[in-house]
């Protein structure tokens, strides 16, 4: 009998090799903005997932997916003249769709969606770029919807970031966004969460380049 559901290792692999669908690489013709670095918040988790891969919708073999709107989360982790940088460990990290961390010291425990992984990684290849499976994130007390960002990077120190959902109103009030003066940096960390064309499940896409301030060769 053929298993209806396609095995966890497939499926992850299967994600992986189809992310460079999700991103249109371009010229670049001078110097990118660095991304707007913050701050790695209190809910990094203590003890990581058994499950910590690029698919957080679904716990290691599980049949039943998390609650929320998937999206497609993709990018590239760049030099500031647009190289791609490879081998960076991407970390992201979110509240799911009731407001709940996978932290164990996150509000509403008791009501974390058992089926949403929390956390996941992605290692970056040649061309620079990741890619998640997740869901659009949700606001909780005191904080507009946003996933949080770690880059590693071998010989370096961890960076971490925050990306927002462009066109939320309740950004114009979140503490750590007001907290960056510049307009033009401000725009590196809020990108559009739009819609997959053609997806029946209305499903989102979402592409964050990560710029960093050095260039590969200074590794």
């Given at each position: 009998?053929?298993?209806?559901?396609?095995?966890?290792?497939?499926?992850?692999?299967?994600?992986?090799?189809?992310?460079?669908?999700?991103?249109?690489?371009?010229?670049?013709?001078?110097?990118?903005?660095?991304?707007?670095?913050?701050?790695?918040?209190?809910?990094?988790?203590?003890?990581?997932?058994?499950?910590t891969d690029n698919d957080l919708i679904i716990v290691n073999d599980g049949l039943t997916r998390s609650v929320g709107t998937i999206t497609h989360l993709s990018g590239r982790i760049l030099g500031p003249s647009?190289?791609?940088?490879?081998?960076?460990?991407?970390?992201?990290w979110q509240v799911d769709h009731h407001g709940v961390y996978l932290h164990k010291g996150s509000a509403g425990a008791e009501k974390r969606d058992k089926n949403f992984q929390g956390f996941g990684r992605f290692l970056t290849g040649t061309t620079g770029e990741y890619y998640f499976r997740t869901i659009k994130p949700v606001a909780y007390p005191g904080r507009t919807p946003h996933i949080h960002f770690a880059v590693k990077l071998k010989g370096r120190e961890k960076w971490t970031t925050q990306l927002y959902i462009k066109g939320e109103p309740q950004n114009e009030k979140d503490g750590p966004i007001r907290g960056i003066q510049d307009p033009k940096k401000r725009e590196t960390i809020?990108?559009?969460?739009?819609?997959?064309?053609?997806?029946?499940?209305?499903?989102?896409?979402a592409k964050f380049d990560i710029v960093m301030g050095f260039t590969p060769g200074d590794m």
């Open positions: 009998m053929i298993h209806p559901h396609p095995s966890r290792r497939a499926f992850v692999r299967n994600l992986t090799l189809g992310a460079a669908g999700l991103w249109v690489p371009g010229a670049f013709a001078e110097a990118l903005t660095q991304t707007a670095k913050q701050t790695e918040g209190p809910f990094y988790p203590v003890d990581l997932p058994l499950d647009g190289a791609p940088i490879r081998n960076a460990l991407v970390e992201i809020i990108c559009d969460f739009a819609p997959v064309p053609g997806s029946k499940a209305g499903e989102l896409a």
